[in-house]
């Protein structure tokens, strides 16, 4: 797993990409502190926390981790970073694309690759769009990579 900053999502990411709400719990699961064994697991975390630090204008890594914990947090939940999973199983619990029909411009939400009998029965003719409940930085950044992939595409 992989917390990055919105602006730096690549095409490769897209589909590994965890909705803020979801990747708030798996995130806040993984640490109590930055030295917990779970902590240790998030790669890209060590940055997070400099860039939040920054913002806050704290420079000194010494000072209250709790103040750092909770301005990650919020930044997750704002969509400012996102949790990228990037193990062979390691897929979204709610990922942050959908497949969008003439039928159901909403989109279909994507389950896990693995539950190959949902995943398959996806309507052929669609195509791929930012979850709507996506914070507006983060849909736009992953509508701006989806663009970028269909004009490469053709």
Not at 56 to 77: I, K, Q
Not at 147 to 153: F, I, L, Q, S
Request: glycine share 8%; with cysteine; aromatic share 10%.
């Amino acid at each position: 797993m992989e917390i990055r900053h919105y602006s730096h999502i690549e095409w490769n990411d897209l589909p590994r990409i965890e909705a803020p709400s979801l990747a708030l719990d798996k995130i806040g699961c993984r640490f109590t502190n930055r030295l917990s064994p779970g902590a240790r697991q998030i790669r890209g975390l060590g940055e997070a926390f400099r860039r939040c630090r920054f913002r806050l204008g704290r420079f000194d890594p010494s000072e209250d981790e709790r103040v750092d914990n909770h301005a990650l947090l919020t930044n997750v939940g704002n969509g400012e970073f996102v949790i990228i999973h990037d193990g062979e199983w390691e897929y979204p619990m709610c990922s942050a694309l959908r497949w969008c029909t003439e039928n159901n411009p909403d989109g279909f939400h994507i389950p896990s690759p693995s539950n190959r009998i949902t995943w398959l029965s996806l309507p052929p003719e669609g195509r791929w769009i930012a979850d709507f409940r996506l914070p507006m930085l983060l849909r736009s950044q992953i509508e701006q990579c989806l663009e970028r992939g269909r004009r490469d595409a053709s």
